[in-house]
């Protein structure tokens, strides 16, 4: 079962703040998301895989 969690939620897990997830939902970018009436829900899987996707590899 896929596992939904708020922007706040998401904020804290990415270091993001919560105004800059509204405003990506706004300019269409960053991670998909559900709306369910007023509220806002995205995916764990998916804001991992998009942060996932986004590393920067470093030679070590």
Known sequence: MTKFI???QVSELTG???Q???NWRFQKRGF???KVGSSIRYSFEDVMSYM???KI???A
């Open 6 to 8: 708020n922007e706040k």
């Open 57 to 59: 590899k470093t030679e």
């Open 16 to 18: 993001l703040a919560v």
């Open 32 to 34: 998909p998301y559900c």
């Open 52 to 54: 996932e996707r986004r």
């Open 20 to 22: 800059t997830l509204r």
